[in-house]
């Protein structure tokens, strides 16, 4: 398996599920289901080098999303490049994570109307535990698609609070 095998095509090495359109990856896959391929003796993840190679490179802390669900998947149209909180939403919407419902109370509807609420209080809760987990800001800034200054008002509390 190399790199010009999925360039060129990929007729052996997928298989097309006529119900959902997903590709689905024939040639191995890793212990989470994933699409397990070899580039230039590195192992690398199937969907993840389709979307490089179909729709552009992945910018580096997001990751590749299936918006079907189904991890050995490799058509690029069920692709997308997604925030850590694309992720976590997925992730909810799907059951697979649960958040604690603390912040969703009567506090919390005020803090998400806000002119300034891009984020959600699931995000800014999030924020503050990678924060405090050692992620430096300008790499949360850049998972949230926000401003590294926001970040910085979120961890230290200037930007509004929840959770009360
Ligand atoms: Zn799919």
């Given amino acids: 398996m190399n790199i010009e095998r999925l360039k060129n095509g990929m007729g052996d090495v997928y298989e097309v599920e006529p119900n959902t359109g ?15 391929v070899c580039i230039n003796g590195k192992s690398s993840k ?7 190679l179909s729709i552009a490179s992945i910018p580096s802390g997001l990751c590749v999303c299936h ?20 992720n976590n939403r997925d992730c909810m919407l ?16 005020k803090g998400e109307k806000h002119w300034n609420a891009k984020l959600t209080n699931a995000d800014v809760l999030e924020i503050q535990r990678l924060f405090t987990a050692g992620q430096l800001q300008k790499e ?7 401003a590294q200054p926001q970040v910085s008002r979120i961890v230290t509390g200037k930007e509004r609070s929840v959770g009360r």
């Fill in 46 to 52: 199937g969907h993840r080098e389709m979307y490089v």
């Fill in 22 to 36: 997903c590709w689905l990856w024939l040639m191995g896959v890793n212990n989470k289901g994933y699409a397990n």
């Fill in 140 to 146: 949360i800034a850049l998972s949230y698609g926000i």
């Fill in 94 to 109: 799907k059951g697979r994570h649960r958040y604690g419902n603390g912040g969703h109370g009567l506090g919390g509807v």
């Fill in 67 to 86: 918006s079907c669900d189904t991890p050995s998947c490799v058509n690029p149209r069920h692709l997308f490049v997604g925030t850590v909180r694309d």
